[in-house]
């Protein structure tokens, strides 16, 4: 079993930048590659980023292309989202998921979630 906790989610005007954190429990968080996902109010969940175990290789979202960064620490078990330039429309829950399998952009491939971290973007 594997446990995820997001932090650093808040209220940011647009423009601004924001850092997610994703804290994992256990001692294998280098076997998971790790997702971001979002879910707005009224929408369904959508792929944002995801890293690969080595954090060699990574994925993004066309929407979030050249202003989120995905990064992982593995001595620390985090997973990181760097968000820069934020849009009103990145407003959303944001939650970390941890596959695994391998970097991929589906959420049915994701075994464990967290609670997400609400990200709200005033225009």
């Known amino acids: 079993q594997v446990q995820l906790v997001e932090s650093g989610g808040g209220l940011v005007q647009a423009g601004d930048s924001l850092r997610l954190s994703c804290a994992t429990s256990?001692?294998?968080?280098?076997?998971?590659?790790m997702g971001w996902f979002r879910q707005a109010p009224g929408k369904e969940r959508e792929f944002v980023a995801a890293?690969?175990?080595?954090?060699?290789?990574?994925s993004y979202a066309d929407s979030v292309e050249d202003r989120f960064t995905i990064s992982r620490d593995n001595a620390k078990n985090t997973v990181y989202l760097q968000m820069n330039s934020l849009k009103p429309e990145d407003t959303a829950v944001y939650y970390c998921?941890?596959?695994?399998?391998?970097?991929?952009?589906?959420?049915?491939?994701?075994?464990?979630w967290g609670q997400g971290t609400q990200v709200t973007v005033s225009s």
């Open positions: 256990g001692r294998t968080f280098s076997s998971y590659a």
């Open positions: 998921a941890a596959s695994t399998l391998y970097v991929s952009p589906l959420a049915r491939q994701y075994d464990y």
């Open positions: 890293i690969s175990r080595s954090g060699g290789r990574t």
